[in-house]
T-cell receptor, first 112, second 113 residues
Framework: DTGVSQDPRHKITKRGQNVTFRCDPI?????LYWYRQTLGQGPEFLTY????????KSRLLSDRFSAERPKGSFSTLEIQRTEQGDSAMYLC??????????FGQGTRLTVV | AQSVSQHNHHVILSEAASLELGCNYS??????LFWYVQYPGQHLQLLLK??????LVKGIKGFEAEFIKSKFSFNLRKPSVQWSDTAEYFC???????????FGKGTTLSVSS
């Protein structure tokens, strides 16, 4: 399968712990996006990379969130000092320029 | 602020009924428009897209959507739904910056056989 891959699929963590998620985009895609989705809502944009440059960040992305995309390939999303409100599905997507984005299966985070 | 409004939160239909899901977005100018579908337990998949040209676009599985610029709308339609269309549907215009998609809250479609 050459789609977008996310790891892990599920993560349960205690409040206050740090967590890191990984996304492997479709190999030729230069754009990579992170979204967050909670129950009953559509995905909310978090941040966007073009190659290795992080070009846009949502106001939703607090200082506890950081994302990287070294060498313009895979990306990581780290959440420091997790809070219960961080519990959500974290989605990664990739695309070529302004065409459609392809989504991964997501990482479901539960903060207890 | 840019926003997307999907009018129906939950739609329940019988097989063979016709479907129309409303979507309005809040900004003008050049807009690239998408509908995504999420089947139970699966990831978001593209249903159809509009960039320019004929405002009536056709997608997969018999779905179509009509772009009406004057109404800032991009409604999704299907003449005859099937049980397998049970899913969550998201309208998602590309933001004005041309970077990320902006998603509506989604419409859950339940089709009974």
């Amino acid at each position: 399968d050459t789609g977008v891959s996310q790891d892990p699929r599920h993560k349960i963590t205690k409040r206050g712990q740090n967590v890191t998620f990984r996304c492997d985009p479709i190999s030729e895609h230069n754009r990579l996006y992170w979204y967050r989705q909670t129950l009953g809502q559509g995905p909310e944009f978090l941040t966007y990379f073009q190659n290795e440059a992080q070009l846009e960040k949502s106001r939703l992305l607090s200082d506890r969130f950081s994302a990287e995309r070294p060498k313009g390939s895979f990306s990581t999303l780290e959440i420091q000092r997790t809070e219960q409100g961080d519990s959500a599905m974290y989605l990664c997507a990739s695309s070529l320029a302004r065409v459609e984005a392809f989504f991964g299966q997501g990482t479901r985070l539960t903060v207890v | 602020a840019q926003s997307v409004s999907q009018h129906n939160h939950h739609v329940i239909l019988s097989e063979a009924a016709s479907l129309e899901l409303g979507c309005n977005y809040s900004y003008g100018g050049t807009v690239n428009l998408f509908w995504y579908v999420q089947y139970p337990g699966q990831h978001l998949q593209l249903l159809l897209k509009y960039f320019s040209g004929d405002p009536l676009v056709k997608g997969i599985k018999g779905f179509e959507a009509e772009f009406i610029k004057s109404k800032f709308s991009f409604n999704l339609r299907k003449p005859s739904v099937q049980w397998s269309d049970t899913a969550e549907y998201f309208c998602a215009p590309l933001g004005q910056a041309g970077t990320a998609l902006i998603f509506g809250k989604g419409t859950t479609l339940s089709v009974s056989s």
